[in-house]
């Protein structure tokens, strides 16, 4: 699907590349413009942060330009191209619409990639930013400021309540569930005692652990789905269950209690690709972090 949505891209903007333009970089191009698609608005990265970026890349490179060197005519053939593609709202609709149908695929990769970051062994670091989706490039796009006040107004809107409406607000709630509990139970995630186990699973599409202390056992379990792409050719999770520890466990993203033993995957991921599941004799989810629908 790709390289045919790729051909069929180059041969539609035939006539806005310059005599320059060489095949490489029109790859960077539909590469970066894919990769850095905002899917919740569904619209492309602004013309100046993907200009600046492909600068900083061709020159790098050397292979066609420089810092020490540069040809002019060959970067003003790119900019031309970049600055035409982004103003043909039909070949935008198109790139939109061949990206909408991996969005499922998007959601469980970058939900099961933050879910893991956070309560993995380890220090659960948040890059500047991240804890909405961030579709940053290399320096200098990196480097802009983060708009905080954003993120609060997000955070006291689900805050009082508000389902999330968009993957950056589902991610946003699963980062703040995550750290309060973190919050609550350091002793789960971090020290001699904290512990760690794996989950027996049987299908090898989900990562499955427990975390906990030696002493007590465990006392939050993590469901995270893994190639979520070959899962869905395989035709999902059919009958494929995970083994969980002794005792009645609650989801705090998606508010499901009542959760025991060898339980169906397909049951505890319907909404969403992850799970993390709280024992219930812990109490509720905290009434500042509403459910994922």
């Known amino acids: ?10 041969q539609r903007t035939e006539e ?39 600068e900083k890349a061709t020159k790098e490179a050397k292979l066609r330009t420089s810092w020490t060197a540069p040809d002019a005519q060959y970067e ?39 879910l893991l970051a956070l309560t993995m062994p380890g220090v659960p670091d948040i890059y500047q930013g991240t804890e909405l989706v961030t579709r940053t490039l290399v320096d ?10 954003e993120r609060r107004t997000v955070l006291n809107r689900l805050d009082s309540g508000t389902r999330p409406a968009t993957l950056s607000e589902e991610k946003l709630l699963l980062v703040a569930t995550v750290l309060r509990l973190r919050r609550d139970h350091p002793e789960w995630f971090v020290g001699p005692d904290a512990s760690y186990a794996p989950l027996a699973t049987t299908t090898s599409h989900l990562i499955a652990y427990a975390r906990g202390t030696h002493a007590d056992g465990p006392q939050v379990l993590v469901l995270a789905t893994r190639l979520p792409k070959t899962l869905d050719r395989l035709g999902g999770w059919d009958a494929s269950t995970v083994a969980l520890p002794p005792g009645n466990w609650r989801d705090l993203l998606s508010g499901r209690d009542g959760v025991q033993g060898n339980a169906v995957i397909a049951d505890l991921l319907g909404d969403l690709p992850v799970a993390l599941l709280l024992r219930a004799e812990e109490g509720a989810a905290p009434a500042e972090s509403p459910q994922i629908p």
């Open 16 to 54: 806005m590349r310059g005599r320059l333009l060489d095949g490489a970089t029109e790859y960077l191009v539909w590469q970066t413009l894919i990769g850095t698609w905002d899917l919740d608005a569904d619209e492309p990265i602004a013309a100046e942060r993907l200009l600046g970026y492909l």
């Open 76 to 114: 003003t053939d790119l900019e031309a191209f970049v600055l035409s593609v982004l103003a043909d709202d039909d070949l935008l609709t198109d790139i939109g619409g061949f990206l909408a149908q991996y969005a499922d695929l998007v959601r469980a990769n970058v939900l099961a990639q933050k």
């Open 140 to 149: 200098p796009d990196n480097r802009r400021d983060v708009d905080f006040d």
């Open 1 to 10: 699907r790709w390289a045919e949505a790729v051909l069929d891209w180059h």
